[in-house]
């Protein structure tokens, strides 16, 4: 089996910021999720909006579907379905994670399916 590799990263969060910590642990705890998951899909997000990319025009001009990433997997897919969850978080997810969500049954974190 091959091991996936992982870079640790330290930062630091000025005293006035330290409650975004742990607003996000918790979020973290009661998505059963690590708090390593939560920022990184945060710095994806982040990214998504504020990258500069490419100035060219995006290929959704053209006709093509948008590329969209997965708050749980972080994997990117061209039809994710728009979610919100019990702690008030809309977020996308793929088809497999919805699923995986959905088949926890009474520990399902998914308040409703958004349009
Ligand atoms: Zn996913």
Same mark, same amino acid.
């Given at each position: 089996?091959?091991?996936?590799?992982?870079?640790?990263?330290?930062?630091?969060? +000025?005293?006035?910021? @330290? %409650?975004?910590?742990?607003?996000?642990?918790?979020? /973290?705890?009661?998505?059963?999720?690590?708090?390593?998951?939560?920022?990184? @899909?945060?710095?994806?997000?982040?990214?998504?909006?504020?990258?500069?990319?490419?100035?060219?025009?995006?290929?959704? @001009?053209?006709? /093509?579907?948008?590329?969209?990433? $997965?708050?749980? $997997?972080?994997?990117?897919? /061209? +039809?994710?379905? +728009? @979610?919100?969850?019990?702690?008030?978080?809309? /977020?996308?997810?793929?088809?497999?994670?919805?699923?995986?969500?959905?088949?926890?049954?009474?520990? $399902? %974190?998914?308040?409703?399916?958004?349009?």
């Amino acid at each position: 089996m091959r091991r996936s590799l992982s870079r640790i990263c330290s930062f630091s969060i +000025h005293e006035d910021k @330290v %409650t975004i910590l742990d607003r996000l642990q918790k979020l /973290a705890d009661q998505e059963k999720e690590s708090l390593s998951h939560m920022i990184v @899909v945060s710095i994806e997000e982040y990214l998504k909006k504020h990258e500069p990319g490419n100035p060219q025009k995006p290929l959704v @001009v053209f006709g /093509a579907k948008p590329i969209l990433t $997965c708050w749980k $997997c972080g994997g990117r897919f /061209a +039809h994710v379905i +728009h @979610v919100e969850f019990i702690s008030g978080l809309s /977020a996308y997810l793929c088809p497999t994670c919805l699923e995986k969500e959905k088949a926890k049954g009474p520990y $399902c %974190t998914i308040k409703k399916v958004l349009k």
